[in-house]
């Protein structure tokens, strides 16, 4: 008997790439790199040599390939990934923009973006970077340009979270903000939970009254709740957060640059790297 290769849905397939739906049907209309099969209906339907060749196309991402240039590489490729010298045209578009002071152009390449990279290659090439460069930039005229920054990927990061909440994830978690002016951090967090199939509840400003949250999302079902600041806490934050996580009726993650500050919230067994996220039981996932 022939042997017939289970097909995958597309959101089968983002789940197993972490490339969002919008992504591989921009990677296929635009640029030509998939190919996917069609049920009567016209839904696609992937094999498994496709999602082969999309964790290829994220490796020559993830070395600052620009999209629009990895199918030729794909189809000249001997199957080793070399290291590939270029400037990352994206990043400069963005940082003309943003230098130009042109709040529409740059939200605009920020959305455009989104719909053509994984949220992770973003972060890597450009999020972090450009943050980086900014950060180097001592002079107060730099202030103007940092505020546009953080406010225009905020902005765009919160839109596509908030648009992504109308799928069909049923996976709850509860995404819990304590800085009292978050960054646009927070949100890349919600389009990571996202794209591991959770339908994510977003809060900003939680500095007080967890405890009562969480009891609260216990008799809800949700599954998860991920605790996020960038900022040192303060003693009575660090103090509830510690009672909560020895309750252990509900999965909690701590997530965000705290984890950096007050390695003390880390489970004894947790490698305490940069910037992590790190779960308790309330500590296991």
Not at 136 to 145: E, I, L, N, V
Not at 168 to 193: F, H, M
Request: glycine share 8%; net charge neutral; aromatic share 8%.
């Amino acid at each position: 008997m022939a042997y017939e290769e289970t097909l995958l849905t597309i959101g089968e397939v983002s789940d197993l790439t972490g490339v969002n739906s919008v992504t591989l049907r921009a990677w296929q209309r635009r640029y030509g790199l998939l190919k996917p099969q069609r049920t009567p209906k016209g839904h696609r339907l992937y094999t498994s040599g496709d999602v082969s060749r999309i964790r290829d196309i994220l490796n020559w991402l993830d070395k600052g390939v620009a999209v629009s240039q990895v199918k030729a590489l794909l189809e000249t490729q001997t199957g080793v990934h070399e290291e590939v010298e270029q400037p990352d045209t994206e990043y400069v578009a963005v940082q003309n923009a943003l230098m130009s002071l042109h709040a529409t152009a740059l939200t605009k390449q920020l959305l455009d973006l989104t719909k053509h990279y994984p949220i992770r290659v973003l972060e890597k090439r450009i999020f972090d970077p450009l943050d980086d460069w900014l950060l180097r930039q001592k002079s107060p005229a730099m202030k103007p340009y940092i505020s546009l920054w953080q406010t225009a990927l905020r902005n765009t990061l919160a839109y596509l979270a908030f648009d992504n909440a109308k799928g069909k994830n049923t996976r709850w978690c509860w995404l819990v903000g304590l800085d009292e002016n978050p960054g646009y951090s927070i949100y890349v967090k919600a389009l990571k939970l996202q794209l591991e199939g959770y339908s994510v509840t977003v809060l900003e400003g939680v500095n007080s009254g967890i405890s009562g949250l969480y009891v609260s999302l216990i008799d809800q079902s949700v599954e998860q709740l991920v605790v996020f600041s960038d900022q040192a806490l303060s003693a009575s934050c660090r103090k509830e957060l510690e009672e909560i996580m020895g309750k252990g009726m509900l999965s909690m993650v701590i997530a965000g640059k705290c984890t950096v500050i007050h390695p003390e919230l880390l489970p004894a067994s947790t490698p305490k790297l940069h910037g992590g996220d790190h779960s308790h039981k309330g500590e296991t996932q």
